[in-house]
């Protein structure tokens, strides 16, 4: 089993930055997969962006590339995503997610582990 906790969201003003940290306990392994994702009111939940082994992969949806940075700390066990010059459109709950494999998938039903979610709510 892996539990997965988010912290970091909170309500910034467009063009501002978020860090949004989450940590992982339980049976993880640095070599498989850890992803984003978000879910807008009345959308589905859709991917951020993923990243595989000691950073050396990773990927990001076209939406976010280039504002957006995913990494991660093996040794705290804790996957980040860096949030930079965010949108209204960016709003959302944002989810941390762990897949038990080695190839980085955008679907959430590749996903074994979900973390509870934290709002980011960016205003205009």
């Known amino acids: 089993q892996v539990q997965l906790v988010e912290s970091g969201g909170g309500l910034v003003q467009a063009g501002g930055s978020l860090r949004l940290s989450c940590a992982a306990s339980?049976?993880?392994?640095?070599?498989?997969?850890s992803g984003w994702f978000r879910q807008a009111p009345g959308k589905e939940r859709e991917f951020v962006a993923a990243?595989?082994?000691?950073?050396?992969?990773?990927y990001y949806a076209d939406s976010v590339k280039g504002r957006f940075t995913i990494s991660r700390d093996n040794a705290k066990n804790t996957l980040y995503l860096q949030m930079n010059s965010l949108k209204p459109e960016d709003t959302a709950v944002y989810y941390c997610a762990y897949r038990a494999g080695a190839i980085i998938m955008t679907k959430t039903t590749s996903y074994d582990y979900w973390g509870q979610g934290t709002q980011v709510t960016v205003s205009s």
């Open positions: 339980g049976r993880t392994y640095s070599g498989y997969v």
């Open positions: 990243v595989r082994g000691n950073a050396d992969n990773t």
